[in-house]
């Protein structure tokens, strides 16, 4: 059963690597869902280990979380941020500030993947009126989504794993992350401007008059109070004691209930494939797990929290990120951060396995969803383009987090 397990972990994180196989049609879910079917298959696990494998919590946070955010954006709110976010940019200097701080905090609290989904065509559209090159906020923008979705639990969805297996409190977490983020997007700033020169070398005018914003204030009544009433509660869970999914998913039943949309198109528009991606990893890798192979997978001795194993798992996470993607790799490395017992080592895991994902296009999801959604409207984004701005920026955030969680950990800022 061992050497079953083991080549059906591979194939399937063939599948996961490579997306696109000649004569097979596969992708992501597609691999991890062949996967998770094949080790119940093939009696790796029985059906009832399988379901007590995947982690409900996370899921039905990401579930919560996407049912909140789908009735806000057909509210419109993005839009309404998106119009505050260039009511105040009067160059292209204030443009880049503000598109950095504006996704970076809105993919905080709203999960980077919707953020830059919706920010993305408003970018270009913006560029164009302006005649702006639009590459440089493009990167931007995706730089500082990954950067500031390490802030929270709530972020991306690595870090939701992370939040719900480690137990860390929202506002601790918080706390240790958000000088990292702060840090990251300022430096995002300069080395873009570094690395496009010409495009900041004089000021141009910005203008936004040819972009349509479609937002309803009426139906904006309802599901902003109750997002932020949400956003109120997990910083409140543990007083109240409710945990993060709880709340997140009364805050969905809630949207839903006063929402102006109908209840069906909101949960249409949920996605559920992201939802069985997760359900089906999760299976594969503890089918993996339970084979013995976890005991000769990343044999890092992680007991002597400090800057070595901070060091190290920064290493790892930049390493594998870029090879499996960072939300594959996290589910991976679960069992073996659930030996280690500590707050350090899991507040590590969530700013490397995020902020590696700038390292290259291929680095996270929301780097990818910029890329087609760019290119859909005429604007093509390199591979080394993006490279030799994403990867510097990448060492930089990591040497930043490195110094700022060694700090705290000295500091005896966290509880073990």
């Not at 109070?225 to 949400?230: E, K, M, Q, S, T």
Request: with cysteine; hydrophobic share 55%.
């Amino acid at each position: 059963m061992s050497l079953i397990a083991l080549i059906i972990f591979i194939i399937t994180y063939i599948g996961i690597i490579f997306t696109r196989l000649p004569r097979i049609n596969i992708d992501r879910p597609s691999a991890a869902f062949f996967g998770a079917v094949a080790m119940i298959l093939f009696g790796v696990l029985s059906f009832d280990e399988a379901m007590a494998a995947i982690d409900f919590n996370t899921i039905t946070l990401l579930l919560g979380m996407m049912i909140i955010i789908t009735a806000l954006e057909m509210d419109g709110f993005f839009a309404l941020i998106a119009r505050k976010t260039v009511k105040y940019s009067k160059h292209q200097h204030h443009l880049l500030s503000i598109i950095v701080f504006s996704t970076g905090i809105s993919s905080a609290f709203l999960v980077n993947d919707t953020v830059v989904l919706l920010f993305t065509p408003i970018i270009i559209y913006i560029c164009r009126a302006s005649r702006l090159n639009p590459i440089p906020f493009l990167i931007a923008e995706i730089l500082s989504a990954n950067i500031g979705s390490a802030m929270t639990i709530t972020g991306n969805p690595q870090n939701m794993l992370i939040g719900i297996n480690s137990g860390i409190d929202y506002g601790m977490f918080l706390l240790h992350l958000l000088p990292v983020s702060i840090l990251g997007m300022l430096a995002t700033i300069g080395f873009v401007k570094l690395f496009f020169k010409a495009d900041f070398k004089e000021k141009s005018m910005v203008s936004c008059e040819e972009v349509d914003f479609v937002y309803k204030r009426s139906a904006m009544k309802y599901s902003v109070p109750i997002f932020l009433a949400v956003i109120i509660m997990f910083f409140l869970g543990k007083i109240i004691h409710l945990n993060i999914p709880v709340i997140a998913l009364a805050g969905a039943s809630l949207i839903i209930i006063f929402s102006k949309n109908k209840p069906s198109e909101i949960i249409k528009k949920v996605d559920w494939v992201l939802l069985l991606f997760f359900a089906c990893l999760f299976i594969v890798v503890h089918a993996f797990e339970k084979a013995g192979y976890m005991n000769y997978f990343l044999t890092y001795d992680y007991s002597e929290v400090g800057l070595q194993s901070i060091t190290a798992i920064h290493g790892i996470s930049l390493l594998l990120s870029q090879i499996v993607s960072n939300v594959p790799f996290t589910v991976l490395i679960l069992p073996l951060m659930k030996t280690a017992h500590s707050d350090v080592l899991w507040i590590s895991l969530a700013s490397a396995a995020t902020l590696a994902g700038n390292a290259t296009i291929i680095g996270a999801m929301a780097n990818l969803i910029v890329i087609e959604s760019a290119e859909k409207l005429g604007v093509k984004i390199k591979f080394f383009n993006f490279l030799k701005v994403g990867l510097t920026v990448t060492i930089v955030t990591f040497i930043i987090s490195i110094v700022l969680i060694y700090l705290q950990f000295m500091m005896g800022m966290f509880g073990v």
